[in-house]
């Protein structure tokens, strides 16, 4: 029960409940009965709920907002974008602007189409590769996540695996996902080319596509090697696998160029979303126009009624102008550098093993010396510890997932004045979840 006054966001769970399940838009969202909050307005790096408590939020929404909320150079080009009046079923010249910048950061990015989520432009990719490469079956990575589609809702049962038993099983994340579906799937563990080789020389004729986040964002940012993306690139050619890189969260964060940048690595299709336009609505499915050129009338079927609406693409253009043309993205890096050091400072003060992974704009936090290289290895972190030290931060004024899943994501706005309220909260968490454990 939190120690805070919930009592407004209390009052409207209960209105909320009989009109939307759990009382949210988003399973996600829902915290429990008496824990979900309610959101009044956001700016910069900080929420306040409808009872005025205040928030450093390290969530951002799962990542989108890499300048901050309520970012004032984006929401003017976003009323710019109201003027042009919305979507026409025809298109824009801001829809080539835009593409013109995508390409000029990520050079796999030759051709561009836009959804509206990331899920939507997932579900594009897979379709192009399917109709380029003529298979239907494709590769997931274990401990990956593109969105919330039946193709995608697969993954190996980490929390029921018992490794002296055999291998994890796979099981859908949701009710109502065909079973059939399951069929066409394959996963592999992360960071062991071997195991995908060893799957490719099987089963190649049947698989078309590989779909692959280098830095698991949703599984606490554990990172690639470069010798695997190495290796994955290498193995996609060698079998005739269509290579998605989803960047859905790496994308416009982690550098200008993404994670391709990060890596050296180029992708045959690539997906973007979240940071496209610092919490706009929009995504992108982009890509070598040896293969995008498949989205054609008798070939891939793309489109959709709201796709590139005149808000949220002006939005998207502003926000790519900042990235490219400022150094935004590296005083997200440096903040979030500067973060994990303090941190780390406050755990090793108390002799506390830990460890980091991902990129310092959206790194994860692990109790344990090494951090995992794979899905498999997260059961092995202390994270019913993790849990308790963000629920109490949580009360400090510091959000950030209680899953230790879900990275913490920086924006440019961190960088004004959140850094020493963070670590102050960080510290005083820590000592009371302590405290509890002893
Ligand atoms: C890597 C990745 N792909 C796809 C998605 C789905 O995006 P959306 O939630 O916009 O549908 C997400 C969402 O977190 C993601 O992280």
């Known amino acids: 029960m939190s120690k805070r006054s919930l009592k407004k966001s209390n009052e409207h769970f209960k209105k909320a409940l009989n009109k939307l399940p759990l009382g949210v838009t988003s399973n996600f969202r829902y ?8 959101i009044k307005r956001a700016k910069g790096c900080r929420l306040w709920d409808l009872d005025d408590n205040e928030y450093i939020d390290y969530r951002l929404a799962y990542g989108p907002y890499i300048l901050g909320y309520a970012d004032e150079r984006v929401d003017q080009a976003a009323r710019e974008g109201m003027e042009i009046g919305g979507v026409f079923a025809l298109a824009t010249e801001l829809e080539y602007e835009v593409a013109k910048k995508i390409s000029s950061m990520v050079p796999s990015a030759e051709l561009v189409r836009y959804s509206n989520s990331g899920t939507e432009a997932v579900m594009a990719a897979l379709r192009v590769g399917r109709a380029v490469s003529k298979r239907d079956g494709y590769i997931m990575v274990e401990g990956g996540y593109h969105g919330v589609w039946d193709a995608a809702l697969w993954d190996i049962d980490i929390d029921e695996w018992d490794p002296e038993k055999g291998e994890p099983e796979i099981t859908s994340s949701s009710a109502g996902v065909p079973g059939i579906t399951k069929d066409l799937v394959s996963l592999v563990p992360f960071n062991d080319a071997d195991a995908l080789e060893d799957l490719l020389k099987k089963k190649h004729n049947e698989i078309g596509t590989l779909m692959i986040e280098p830095i698991l964002g949703n599984c606490c940012s554990i990172s690639a090697t470069q010798e695997y993306m190495q290796a994955v690139r290498e193995l996609c050619t060698k079998y005739d696998i269509i290579l998605i890189i989803d960047e859905v969260k790496t994308g416009f964060r982690v550098a200008k160029g993404g994670v391709q940048e990060l890596y050296g690595v180029e992708a045959d299709l690539c997906t973007f979303a979240k940071s496209i336009a610092n919490g706009y609505p929009i995504a992108a499915l982009a890509g070598k126009e040896e293969y995008m050129r498949h989205i054609k009338y008798g070939g891939v079927l793309h489109g959709g009624t709201f796709t590139a609406h005149s808000v949220a693409i002006s939005a998207a253009n ?8 400022t150094d935004a993205l590296e005083t997200v890096a440096n903040y979030g550098e500067n ?28 109790f344990s010396e090494n951090p995992p290289t794979n899905a498999r290895d997260f059961r092995y972190s202390n994270y019913p510890f993790y849990e308790k030290l963000a629920e109490e931060m949580l009360e400090d004024g510091v959000l950030c997932e209680f899953d230790p899943r879900e990275p913490w994501f920086i924006c440019e706005a961190h960088a004004k004045d959140a850094m020493q309220p963070t670590l102050d909260a960080f510290e005083s968490a820590l000592e009371r979840t302590l405290g509890d454990e002893s």
């Open 31 to 38: 915290w429990g009965d008496d824990d979900t909050i309610y």
């Open 318 to 325: 502003k926000t790519l102008e900042i990235l490219q043309n």
């Open 339 to 366: 973060l994990k050091q303090g941190i780390s400072d406050i755990l090793s003060k108390r002799d506390i093993a830990h460890s980091f992974t991902g990129h310092p704009s959206m790194s994860g936090l692990f």
